[in-house]
């Protein structure tokens, strides 16, 4: 392909910096860059407790453990979303309550949560998706109102925030990703914030293998024992080293992405009435943090054909999700409740090559290209 999809972009620190952990011989996990990654999340957003993990997937396992899902224990999920959302609970036995997005963006339709809460409900899985928030307030008044834990799936939603807040922060347990089609990226690399009190302790020892290490480095145990369920959660230091090199930059990195985002929606915009396609939809009480670029297709024929055409000029855009709900692996499990929004983001969204080194003519050839085949 002449213009990708996707381009992993490199500060030119990162393998200083992994020589530097190399060298300290300290590579395995908890140490001087994870510590460096940990405390920059902490500080700048404010998160209570950050453990790095190493994959938002891991990360959405933790908080399945810390708030103790057992089977038959039903916890809400858009249908909309990564696999990892609903598997992470899934591995635990829960039963998972599939919820439509909403009519006009993908994220979960607030106003569909209630009727979706049974006795056994226990928690409430948002995404916010394109790192754009989901209606929060909301959400955590009716999982207060019914006791049940929030997590948010901020997988795409580094450095967004809903109403000033950052997400991640909000909920319960937040976690992140860093796979190398995120914003800030370490190859595969994730993390938990850790937002409620309650979670603090028992969030390190479920990280360390169900161990009281962390504890005992501390100096406040004499021997680390087992004295929990766990698993080996954390990166060793040699990616902690990369993402390090990352946060470095991401002020730049948001900056240059903001820049192609408002390229990408000011150069649609101007089709105005001939518009037979949707622009994404930043409500007032979300940040954009650039996550993505997409367009929502009137229907399935006109998507595929938009990804044809660019295809044809070697230009790659892609599609996602599929509706979990319809999946080989659930469809048997499901109610049989039509989520029809879900369904139909499914056939209509298309991403657009969107990285940091996306040039301007590269762009300006994905958008004519783009605004050629609607207009034809
Ligand atoms: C990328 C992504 C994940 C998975 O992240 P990994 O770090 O690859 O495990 C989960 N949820 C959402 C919404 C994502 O976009």
Redesign the pocket.
Known sequence: MKIPFNKPFLTGMETLYIEQAVLSGKISGNGDFTKKCQGFFEQRYGFKKCLLT???????EMAAILIDIKPGDEVIVPSF?????ANAFVLRGAKIVFADSCLDNPNLDPNQLEKLITRKTKAIVV???AGVACDMDPIMEIANQNSLFVIE?A??AIDSFYKGKPLGGIGHLG?????E??NIISG???MLAVNDDRFLGRAEIIWEKGTNRSSFFRGEVKKYSWVDIGSSFLPSEVIAAFLFAQLENLDTIQEVRKRIWNTYLGSFSELQDKMTFALPVIPDFATNNAHMFYLVCSDKAQRDGLITTLKEKSILSVFHYLSLHKSPFFAEKHDGRVLKNSNRFADCIVRLPFFYSLSAEEQTEVIEISKNYFIS
């Open positions: 190493t994959s938002c997937t891991d990360a959405l979303t990564f696999v990892s959302t995404v916010h998706y799936d997988a795409q976690t992140f990703s860093f796979h089609t995120k595969e690399g994730g």
